[in-house]
């Protein structure tokens, strides 16, 4: 039974020099040709996105910016999204300043010229810097909140910072308790230059209560006319925790977080050997199977 197969690209797709493996490129042409839809579902905005799907030659959708966009992948038009409303966009900025941190504001491409205002006179990881030029993202840097406010506070989907482990978690912690019930907060390991996978560099993602992969992967579903029990989800971070949950065949790669792990249907090998490749030729030859009607409430 063909389906829909959601495969997170970071850690899971994508070699730890961030490129496309030739197995898992050939895993993705083997999907098509036995009728699946390949579904790319990554934390990356499009443009962060774009030379992976130009890799895998992928047209069609792509979930993107961890679920609070859905873009069109060969132009980057955002067909649906997800914001946060601007009132908050700003209480969480200035909060994030509050610590000391540079404020990351993910903004709709489609709707501004810039993929991040970045607010604050504060030190940019390493990471940051080395990211933005790799992906050759726009980027609008202000001092302050009444420049971001000039800049605007609309057509955001995240606002995040990047800083070390040890600086960001009580930070994460602090957010989710003033601000957990107005929108889905987490901290994790961030790509970086030298790592793909368990770098001591952390992201923190702030996002609208219903933004995540799943929510998205619902959407396409139903404007295909595929059945939920017909998804098999493929990841390895805790922004893919909600779509191998729910999924009816949930894979997880080796290398992936604990608390992923705990809620996979199967565990592929790590993503550095092939792992996606892997579990896309079990599931090929049958010997993983989604569950007949999906996986059980």
């Known amino acids: 039974m063909a389906g829909l197969i959601a495969v997170d690209l970071d850690g899971t797709l994508l070699d730890g020099r961030g490129k496309v493996s030739p197995g898992n490129r050939r895993a993705i042409e083997r999907l098509r040709e036995a009728g699946w839809t390949v579904l790319p579902a990554t934390g990356r905005s499009w443009r962060e996105s774009r030379r992976t799907l130009e ?13 609070s966009v859905l873009s069109d992948a060969r132009s980057g038009h955002t067909l649906d999204r997800l914001t946060l409303a601007a009132d908050l966009v700003h209480d969480l900025a200035e909060a994030l ?35 933005l030029e790799q992906h050759q993202v726009p980027v609008r840097r202000v001092d302050g909140m009444q420049a971001s406010r000039e800049v605007g506070h609309d057509h955001v989907l995240r606002v995040g910072a990047i800083d070390r482990a040890d600086r960001l978690e009580p930070v994460c912690l602090t957010m989710r308790e003033r601000f957990g019930d107005r929108a889905s907060i987490q901290a994790w390991s961030a790509v970086t230059a030298e790592q793909a996978v368990g770098s001591r560099t952390h992201l923190l993602e702030i996002y609208a209560p219903d933004s995540d992969k799943w929510t998205m992967i619902e959407r396409v579903c139903a404007g295909s ?10 990841g390895d971070g805790l922004n893919d925790l909600r779509m191998i949950q729910r999924a009816a065949l949930g894979v997880a790669m080796g290398n992936a977080d604990a608390r992923l792990l705990e809620h996979a249907d199967h565990v592929a090998p790590h993503h550095a050997q092939d792992g996606f ?4 030729e079990r599931l090929l030859d049958g010997s993983l199977q989604v569950p007949t009607g999906g996986r059980p409430a």
């Open 97 to 131: 300043l509050g610590h000391g941190l540079v404020a990351h504001l993910l903004r709709d491409h489609h709707q501004v010229e810039h993929d991040y205002c970045l607010i604050g006179t504060g030190h940019l990881d390493p990471a940051t810097t080395w990211w």
């Open 225 to 234: 006319g595929i059945e939920l029990h017909q998804v098999v989800a493929v």
């Open 55 to 67: 890799a895998i030659d992928h047209s069609g959708v792509a979930v993107t910016a961890g679920g």
């Open 277 to 280: 490749a892997h579990a896309v």
